[in-house]
């Protein structure tokens, strides 16, 4: 087991691919029948173009 702690660099790296990850998982199919309401359209609408920002964030923070 390592006790070294994660540059910034890994732990940036890591947060932009997990969100990613989060970004994909809101773009994915949905059972037919379980899709959202125009309210719940919307609140993911607003989560995927906060990740982008986030995203971009931590692009920002790698220069």
Same mark, same amino acid.
């Not at 990613?20 to 989560?47: I, M, N, V």
């Given at each position: 087991?390592?006790? /070294? ?10 947060a ?5 990850? $989060?970004?994909? /998982? ?13 309210? =719940?359209?919307?609140?993911?609408l607003? $989560?995927? =173009?906060?990740? $982008?920002?986030?995203? &971009? &964030?931590?692009?920002?923070? $790698?220069?």
């Amino acid at each position: 087991m390592s006790t /070294e702690l994660p540059t910034f660099e890994d732990m940036r790296r890591r947060a932009h691919r997990l969100l990613g990850d $989060a970004e994909d /998982e809101l773009r994915s199919d949905w059972r037919s029948g379980t899709g959202p309401t125009h309210e =719940q359209s919307q609140a993911a609408l607003e $989560a995927r =173009q906060l990740l $982008a920002q986030a995203k &971009a &964030a931590l692009d920002r923070a $790698a220069r």
